[in-house]
């Protein structure tokens, strides 16, 4: 089992970045995909990014491709999302997710408490 907690997310102007970082508990991060999602108000939870267990292949959903970066270091139990050229539409409460697999589906395990992020235009 993995116990996530989220940290980074906060207030910032459009064009503006952020980077989060997702924490995790125990000795078995390294076995574990790591993706994160979003959800704003009254939407779907949905797909942001992911990462592969040793890091070496990621997936983007198309709305922050070439924006965000995801990354990880296992040896310090820690994935980030780097948010770039922030939008207004990115404002969500963003959650990371852990699984066994390496998926873009939200099908995941393990969930976090989530971060709000708030884009001002």
């Known amino acids: 089992q993995v116990q996530l907690v989220e940290s980074g997310g906060g207030l910032v102007q459009a064009g503006g970045s952020l980077r989060l970082s997702c924490a995790a508990s125990?000795?078995?991060?390294?076995?574990?995909?790591m993706g994160w999602f979003r959800q704003a108000p009254g939407k779907v939870r949905e797909f942001v990014a992911s990462?592969?267990?040793?890091?070496?292949?990621?997936s983007y959903a198309d709305s922050v491709k070439g924006r965000f970066i995801i990354s990880r270091d296992n040896a310090k139990n820690t994935m980030y999302l780097q948010m770039n050229s922030l939008k207004p539409e990115d404002t969500a409460v963003y959650y990371c997710a852990a699984d066994h697999v390496h998926s873009t589906r939200p099908g995941y395990d393990y969930w976090g408490q989530g971060t709000q992020v708030t884009v001002s235009s």
């Open positions: 990462i592969s267990r040793s890091g070496g292949s990621t």
């Open positions: 125990g000795r078995t991060f390294s076995s574990y995909a």
